[in-house]
């Protein structure tokens, strides 16, 4: 059974940074795309960033591009995603899941919170 574990959110001022982090488990991890996610409170979950099986590919958000970076590493099963210059309204909880179409199982998500 697959399972996403996300870790690496926090409270961070805005402007500050993130370097987010889902280990893999369940599937064999080198076949998929991966995307993280978020969902903001009383809001949809929405795509963040995606990137190819390979890691060669990646593609962003209107909204993060320019400010987060995704990566993989397929002998650690993991994909990362570093955001900078953060802002409030990047407050959501984080998930990772496959690319394009994520699984029907999701894991807990990190807490992703800009404030001052």
């Known amino acids: 059974q697959v399972q996403f574990v996300e870790s690496g959110g926090n409270l961070v001022q805005p402007g500050g940074s993130l370097r987010l982090s889902c280990a893999v488990s369940?599937?064999?991890?080198?076949?998929?795309?991966m995307s993280w996610y978020r969902q903001a409170p009383g809001k949809g979950r929405e795509v963040v960033a995606s990137?190819?099986?390979?890691?060669?590919?990646?593609t962003y958000a209107d909204s993060m591009e320019g400010r987060c970076t995704i990566s993989r590493d397929n002998a650690k099963n993991r994909v990362y995603l570093q955001m900078d210059s953060l802002k409030p309204e990047d407050t959501a909880v984080y998930y990772c899941?496959?690319?394009?179409?994520?699984?029907?199982?999701w894991g807990q998500g990190t807490q992703v919170t800009v404030s001052s």
């Open positions: 899941n496959t690319s394009p179409f994520p699984g029907d199982s």
């Open positions: 369940g599937i064999k991890f080198s076949r998929y795309g």
């Open positions: 990137i190819s099986e390979t890691g060669v590919d990646t």
